[in-house]
């Protein structure tokens, strides 16, 4: 049995006799970590220009970059969990497909409020 994270949800921590757990992103890793990078840079550019109060069109223009950045991250993670993470479940069955399901159903969900 997985343990906890502090968020509640379940950590991917491999058993005894478990194989250790990989995560569909994993291939592409270097890309999303140069990617949130980038994203940092524009959080602080936009905290920059309130601080010097730039014109707030300006900003608001920024923030949508920043919000169509982080919305391709989460497409991208989206996307390599159900090939992965979705698939091997499916593959392997019951439950943890079902879960695993869930999971990928609630993910898109909060996606799509956001």
Known sequence: MGTMTESGSPADVAGEGDAPTTHGYITD????????RRIEGQARGIHRM??????CIDILTQVSALTKALESVALGLLDDHLKH???????????????????????IARLVRS
Do not use: H, P
Request: proline content about 0%; aromatic content about 6%.
């Open 85 to 107: 993470c979705v698939v091997d479940a499916a593959r392997a069955g019951g439950a943890e497909a079902d879960a695993k399901v869930k999971e990928a159903s609630d993910a």
């Open 29 to 36: 890793k270097d890309k999303y970590l140069a990617r949130l």
């Open 50 to 55: 309130v601080d010097e109060e730039q014109y």
